[in-house]
């Protein structure tokens, strides 16, 4: 029997690029207790964290210290505490390939590249890693990244566009639940 694959939530800064801004630690503090509940990692892109955190433990600690969300930040810790926390600038050419098959999280899916909650936990029971991709801010993620993803993921019954914590909360949870019956 194959093992497993990997699932990873990607925040996609789509704030302020030079700015860390309260959204981004919000977003941190959400999708942190999240990973760790339903045993994903977590990995962000483009987030413009103060210059001395350089390593996702200062990170995980500094928000740990600023927030309520999350036991006070604590899940995150523990998350980053078992390496699954990272941080990554923007891409340039794709995704790490480390972190598995980029699967875009969108209510605007095209057609070639629609991947079922099904068909994400077949793939994930077949041992493939994926990357779920969320944008966080209004605009949601640039045209290149929406180009680049394998795969296009709407969880919805009719292309409804959710808030981004919305979707978080129900994408991680629908995927985990359904690879785990699978």
């Given at each position: 029997?194959?093992?497993?694959?990997?699932?990873?939530?990607?925040?996609?800064?789509?704030y302020?690029?030079?700015?860390?801004?309260?959204?981004?630690?919000?977003i941190?503090a959400?999708?942190?207790?999240?990973?760790?509940?339903?045993?994903?990692?977590?990995?962000?892109?483009?987030?413009?964290?103060?210059?001395?955190?350089?390593?996702?433990?200062?990170?995980?600690?500094?928000?740990?210290?600023t927030t309520?969300?999350?036991?006070?930040?604590?899940?995150?810790?523990?998350?980053?505490?078992?390496?699954?926390?990272?941080?990554?600038?923007?891409?340039?050419?794709?995704?790490?390939?480390?972190?598995?098959?980029?699967?875009?999280?969108?209510?605007?899916?095209?057609?070639?590249?629609?991947?079922?909650v099904?068909?994400?936990?077949?793939?994930?029971?077949?041992?493939?890693?994926?990357?779920?991709?969320?944008?966080?801010?209004?605009?949601?993620?640039?045209?290149?990244?929406?180009?680049?993803?394998?795969?296009?993921?709407?969880?919805?019954?009719?292309?409804?566009?959710?808030?981004?914590?919305?979707?978080l909360?129900?994408?991680?949870?629908?995927?985990?639940?359904?690879?785990?019956?699978?």
């Amino acid at each position: 029997m194959a093992r497993a694959g990997r699932a990873t939530i990607a925040l996609w800064n789509s704030y302020d690029p030079r700015t860390f801004r309260e959204a981004h630690r919000r977003i941190l503090a959400r999708a942190g207790p999240l990973a760790l509940a339903y045993d994903f990692n977590l990995v962000t892109f483009g987030f413009p964290f103060p210059a001395e955190l350089t390593t996702p433990q200062e990170i995980a600690d500094w928000v740990a210290t600023t927030t309520s969300i999350g036991e006070d930040g604590s899940y995150l810790k523990e998350l980053t505490a078992k390496g699954r926390f990272s941080t990554f600038a923007y891409m340039n050419k794709g995704f790490p390939p480390q972190l598995g098959e980029p699967v875009l999280t969108t209510c605007n899916v095209e057609e070639k590249k629609r991947l079922t909650v099904e068909g994400a936990a077949h793939l994930l029971g077949q041992g493939k890693s994926l990357v779920f991709i969320f944008g966080t801010g209004p605009h949601g993620v640039p045209k290149e990244v929406f180009s680049v993803a394998q795969y296009h993921l709407d969880i919805t019954f009719g292309g409804y566009s959710l808030e981004t914590c919305t979707a978080l909360g129900a994408v991680v949870a629908v995927i985990a639940h359904r690879a785990r019956s699978s």
